[in-house]
C-alpha cells in the first residue's frame, strides 16, 4: 500500500474518521494497531524487527546501563541491512528501518544525556516508533515531540482536517506532476547516456536535483497531512532548499530532521571530542559527518562519495568563512551580488552532488560531466519520444516547478494551523468546495493513470 | 445603508463560493491542457439500422494507438465535408469498411485511401480526370453493417465505385453474432441463412442489453466531453473505476464488459475449419454478393479488398512461422486466397493486399503496424502501411478499374 495509491487514501480516510469518533483513551491504541497494520501490509514478517526493535529500546530506557548498549544494538541493526546486499542479493530490505532506528536510538540518546524522563506508558511509544505516516520516509520526529501529542489524542477538527487534505494534495502534486514526469526524462537519459549529445545531458544534471526535491517534499508532505488527520503535528523536513546561498545553508533547509539527529548525536559530540585538534579536527568532524549521511542511503561507494563531495564543499565553506567575510564588510556590492548569485552557485553544487548520489558507476559520471558541453542539437527520436509525452514539456514542466515553489512558500507564510478558521465564511466555503473539487480529481486522475506511479526516491532508503 | 439580511448574505455567499468554484475548474482545465493530457473523444451515436455510426460533427482526441485530432463530418463520415452532387469530370469512389478504413489513428492525407486519392489524381491529371474519395468506415463495422452502407448510405454522393476493404478478421468473424468479438449491442444487425436465403439473426432475449441513451442528450454530453477536457477527465475516471470494480468482481482478471467468449481472432485465418467458421463464411459470401448487386443496381464497379493482419506482415520470418506453427497452418494467407477464389469464382473485382505488404515489410525491414511508444506490428496500420497499401490500391485500380484503367508508366 503505497501513499499514492486509492487503497491508501481510502484507509487513510476511515482510519481519520475512527479516530475522531472513538473515545480518547483508545486513539492511541488505534494508532498502534493501525500502523502495524500497514506495516504488515509493506513490511510483512519486519513487522516483528519492528516490535523487537521498539520493545528492547522501551525497557533498556528504563535503566541507564542499558542504554548505550541498545543504540550500538540498534545501529548494528542498521548497519546490518545497509550493509546485507553487498555479500547476499535478493534480501529484502526492511522497509522504514533507517527511520525507526534513529528515533529509537534518538530516544535512548536523550535519555541517557536526561534530556528527557523514560517514557512511563508503552502503548505512546509504540505509537511513535510505528506511526504510519512518518515509517517510510520520516520526517524523524523526536520524542518529546510526538510523545506528548500522542498522549493529549486530541480530536482534530473539520478546518483542521482540511489543512491536512490540503498538505496531501500538494504531496500529490509535487509526486505526480513534477517528479515523476521529470523522473522519467532524467531516467531515460542516465539510462541511455552515452546516445545523448549535451543537451539532454544538462537536463538530466539540472532535473535531478529538482525531481528529487519534488519527490521527496511531496512523500513528506504526504506524512505530515496524514499526520494532521491523526491529530499529530509533525516536523517539517524541507524548506526553500533551493533558495540557500550555501551549502551549509542548504543542509539546514534540506531533509531537516535527519540532518539535525546527525547533527545533535554525531557531529557535535565528535566536534566536541576534537576541538583540541583545531582545523583538522573540524575538518575530520565534517567528513565523518557528511560521509555518514552519504552512507544512511546505503553502503553504496557512490553514496560515500556524495557525502564527501559534499564535506569538501563544506570544508572549503568553512575555512573561507573569515576571509570571506573580511571581503563583505570592505565591499557591501560583493555581499549583495552573493546574495544573489549564491542560490545559483549553490544549486550547482548540490547538481554536481546529485550526479554522485544517482550514478551508482563512476563510468557514468565521467561520460555526463566530459559529454555535458557536446553538440546541443540533433537530439534522437526516442529522446523526443519521452519529451513529447503529455506533461514532459519543459515549458510546462518550469510552470508547474514554479507553481510547487509558490504554494510552498504560500504555505510556510500564511498557512498556519488554523488559518481556515480566520477566514470570512465565503473563504471558509471556497476552500472546502475547491478542496473537494481537487481531491475528486486526484482520485480521477489515479484512476486513468495507465502506468504506476513511480515509487517515491526515499522511500526505498 | 440597509443592513444586509442574514438571507441576502448566505446568498451573496455561495455566489461567490460559486464563482470561484468556477476560476478554479478553469484554472484546472487549463492545467489539464498545459499538460497535454487528452482523453479519447466519444464519437459514436446510436442508429436504428446499423447499431451504431459516427456522430455528425464529432470532434475529438483520439489517444488510442496514436494521438490525432479526430473530426466527423455532418453527415457523419470520417472525412472532409462532401458536396452531395458529383462535380463535374470527377470520379466518386466510395470507401467502405472498418477501423482500418474510419482511420482515426492517422489523418486523412495519410489514411490509406487518401494516398491512394493522391497517387490516382497525380495519375490522372493528364486525362483531366479528377478522383474524389468517400470515406465510409466506421470501426467495428462487420459485413452485415457494410451491406447496408452500401445498399442504403452511399448512393446519394453518386458514387461509380464501391470499394468494400477490410481485414480477414473483420469479414469472417464480425458476419455472425456468434463469433463476433463483442456482444456491446444489440442493435447490431447480423445475418444467417435460411434455405440458402439472408435472414435478420436477432438478439437473444436473454442478451437484451442497453445499448447507450442515444438521444440528443447523448449527443451534447459526447460534444461537451470532447471539448472539456475536465469532463474528459470525469467520464474516462468513472469508466475506469467501473472497469477495476468489474475486474475486483472477477477476481482480479481483466475483463471485457462483454466480450464473447467465443471470439478468437486466430479463427480468422483457418478458413471454414468449424461449423462456427463455415456459418460465417457462408454468411460473409452472401453479404459480399448482396453488396456487389447493390453496386451492379446502381451501375457501379464493385471492387472487394482484403488487407492483412498484423501476423501476415511481420517481417521477421520467424515469428511469422512461429505464429504458423502455433495455428498449425502453413499458409498465413489461407484465407486471403479463399477470398480471392470466391471473388474470381463471382466476377468480383478483387484485391489481396497482404503479400505485397509482407515483400514490402520484407525489402524494406518495415513495420506496417502499431506506432511509437507501443509493441512493434500490433494493432492498427502506421502512415507506412497506410501509405504502402494505398499505393497498392491505387496501382491495382489504376490497372483493372474500366472508370480508370489507364497506361501506367514503367514503376
Known amino acids: ?461 | 445603508m440597509r443592513p444586509v439580511t442574514k438571507r441576502v448574505a448566505v446568498l451573496r455567499d455561495v455566489l461567490v463560493v460559486a464563482a470561484l468554484s468556477l476560476l478554479f475548474l478553469g484554472l484546472a482545465e487549463c492545467a489539464l491542457r498545459a499538460a497535454g493530457l487528452k482523453f479519447e473523444g466519444s464519437f459514436y451515436t446510436s442508429d436504428p439500422e446499423l447499431g451504431y455510426a459516427l456522430r455528425p460533427n464529432a470532434q475529438g482526441w483520439n489517444i488510442s494507438e496514436n494521438v490525432d485530432y479526430f473530426q466527423v463530418n455532418s453527415d457523419g463520415l470520417a472525412d472532409r465535408e462532401h458536396s452531395l452532387q458529383r462535380p463535374p469530370g470527377v470520379i466518386r469512389i466510395a470507401m467502405v469498411g472498418d477501423s482500418v478504413t474510419e482511420a482515426k489513428h492517422v489523418t486523412r492525407e495519410q489514411a490509406y485511401w487518401g494516398v491512394m486519392e493522391q497517387v490516382l489524381n497525380s495519375r490522372l491529371a493528364k486525362n483531366r480526370q479528377r478522383v474524389e474519395v468517400i470515406n465510409f468506415g466506421v470501426a467495428g463495422y462487420g459485413l452485415a453493417q457494410e451491406s447496408i452502407v452500401i445498399q442504403k448510405r452511399v448512393w446519394k454522393y453518386d458514387p461509380q465505385i464501391i470499394v468494400l476493404a477490410g481485414t480477414i478478421e473483420s469479414f469472417v468473424l464480425r458476419s455472425t453474432r456468434r463469433l463476433t468479438p463483442s456482444k456491446a449491442c444489440e442493435h447490431v444487425p447480423f445475418y444467417v441463412l435460411k434455405n440458402g436465403e439472408l435472414a435478420p439473426d436477432p438478439q437473444p432475449a436473454e442478451q437484451e442489453q442497453f445499448c447507450g441513451n442515444e438521444g440528443e442528450l447523448h449527443k451534447v454530453e459526447g460534444d461537451m466531453m470532447n471539448a472539456i477536457r475536465l469532463l474528459g477527465l470525469v467520464g474516462e475516471g468513472l469508466e475506469k473505476a467501473k472497469e477495476k470494480m468489474r475486474a475486483e468482481l472477477n477476481n482480479g482478471r481483466k475483463v471485457q464488459p462483454v466480450e464473447n467468449p467465443n471470439f478468437k481472432e486466430t479463427d480468422s485465418f483457418l478458413g471454414p475449419a468449424s461449423p462456427d467458421l463455415k456459418a460465417a463464411w457462408d454468411v460473409s459470401e452472401a453479404l459480399i454478393l448482396r453488396s456487389r448487386d447493390a453496386a451492379r443496381q446502381h451501375h457501379a464497379e464493385f471492387w472487394f479488398f482484403t488487407l492483412d493482419m498484423p501476423e501476415q506482415v511481420d517481417p521477421d520470418s520467424r515469428k511469422r512461422a512461429d505464429f504458423g506453427r502455433s495455428l498449425g497452418l502453413k499458409d498465413l494467407f489461407l484465407t486471403d486466397h479463399l477470398f480471392a477464389n470466391f471473388a474470381a469464382s463471382e466476377s468480383i473485382q478483387h484485391g489481396t493486399l497482404a503479400p505485397g505488404l509482407l515483400a514490402f515489410a520484407e525489402k524494406n525491414n518495415a513495420i506496417l503496424h502499431g506506432f511509437p511508444g507501443l509493441p512493434q506490428n500490433q494493432g492498427h496500420w502506421n502512415q507506412t502501411g497506410h501509405r504502402v497499401a494505398g499505393e497498392m490500391m491505387a496501382r491495382q485500380l489504376l490497372e483493372s478499374s474500366p472508370l480508370l484503367a489507364s497506361p501506367l508508366p514503367a514503376e
Request: glycine content about 8%; proline content about 5%; overall charge positive.
Open chain 1, 1 to 461: 500500500m503505497v501513499f499514492t495509491s486509492i487503497p491508501f487514501l481510502a484507509f487513510l480516510g476511515a482510519l481519520a474518521l475512527l479516530y475522531r469518533v472513538v473515545p480518547r483513551n483508545w486513539r492511541c491504541l488505534l494508532l498502534v494497531a493501525a500502523s502495524y497494520y500497514f506495516y504488515w501490509l509493506i513490511g510483512h514478517w519486519f513487522i516483528l524487527l519492528l516490535l523487537g526493535a521498539t520493545l528492547v529500546t522501551y525497557f533498556a530506557g528504563k535503566s541507564k546501563s542499558f542504554l548505550l548498549v541498545t543504540v550500538g544494538l540498534l545501529i548494528s541493526m542498521l548497519v546490518f541491512f545497509k550493509a546485507l546486499p553487498l555479500f547476499k542479493t535478493g534480501w529484502l530490505f526492511p522497509l522504514g528501518v533507517s527511520y525507526y532506528s534513529f528515533k529509537l536510538a534518538g530516544y535512548l540518546i536523550d535519555t541517557y544525556w536526561g534530556e528527557m524522563e523514560p517514557e512511563k506508558r508503552l502503548l505512546p511509544f509504540l505509537a511513535y516508533s510505528s506511526f504510519f505516516p512518518q515509517i517510510v520516509a520520516g520526517p524523524i520526529q523526536r520524542p518529546e515531540s510526538f510523545l506528548p501529542q500522542v498522549e493529549r489524542a486530541e480530536g482534530v477538527s473539520f478546518y483542521t482536517a482540511v489543512t491536512g487534505v490540503i498538505r496531501i494534495l500538494l504531496g500529490f502534486f509535487k509526486k505526480f506532476v513534477i517528479a515523476d514526469n521529470l523522473g522519467q526524462i532524467v531516467s531515460f537519459v542516465y539510462a541511455h547516456l552515452s546516445a545523448h549529445p549535451g543537451a539532454p545531458l544538462a537536463l538530466a544534471f539540472y532535473g535531478y536535483p529538482l525531481q528529487m526535491y519534488a519527490d521527496f517534499s511531496g512523500l513528506t508532505d504526504i506524512a505530515i497531512g496524514a499526520a494532521v488527520l491523526l491529530g499529530i503535528e509533525s516536523p517539517e523536513n524541507f524548506n526553500a532548499p533551493f533558495a540557500a546561498v550555501s551549502i551549509r545553508e542548504y543542509w539546514r533547509r534540506w531533509h531537516i530532521t535527519l540532518t539535525q539527529w546527525i547533527t545533535d548525536y554525531v557531529f557535535t559530540p565528535l566536534r566536541m571530542s576534537l576541538r583540541s585538534l583545531g582545523q583538522p579536527g573540524m575538518i575530520l568532524s565534517l567528513f565523518v559527518n557528511m560521509i555518514l549521511i552519504g552512507l544512511w542511503h546505503g553502503f553504496r561507494l557512490h553514496f560515500a562519495v556524495f557525502g564527501a563531495v559534499h564535506a569538501m564543499y563544506l570544508t572549503i565553506e568553512a575555512l573561507t568563512q573569515r576571509s570571506r567575510n573580511r571581503w563583505y564588510k570592505r565591499s557591501p556590492l560583493a555581499n549583495r551580488i552573493t546574495d544573489w548569485m549564491g542560490p545559483v552557485v549553490t544549486f550547482h553544487l548540490v547538481a554536481i552532488g546529485g550526479v554522485f548520489f544517482f550514478a551508482d558507476r563512476m563510468a557514468t559520471v565521467g561520460r555526463l560531466f566530459s559529454h555535458l558541453f557536446d553538440g546541443w542539437s540533433a537530439l534522437s527520436p526516442e529522446f523526443h519520444l519521452i519529451i513529447d509525452q503529455p506533461g514532459h514539456s519543459l515549458l510546462f514542466l518550469a510552470a508547474a516547478y514554479a507553481l510547487m515553489e509558490c504554494l510552498d512558500f504560500a504555505r510556510r507564510r500564511f498557512w498556519g494551523k488554523d488559518v481556515i478558521l480566520t477566514m470570512p465564511r465565503w473563504g471558509r466555503w471556497s476552500v472546502y468546495t475547491c478542496t473537494g473539487l481537487a481531491f475528486a480529481f486526484t482520485i480521477l486522475l489515479m484512476l486513468i493513470s495507465s502506468q504506476k506511479s513511480n515509487p517515491f526516491l526515499y522511500a526505498i532508503f
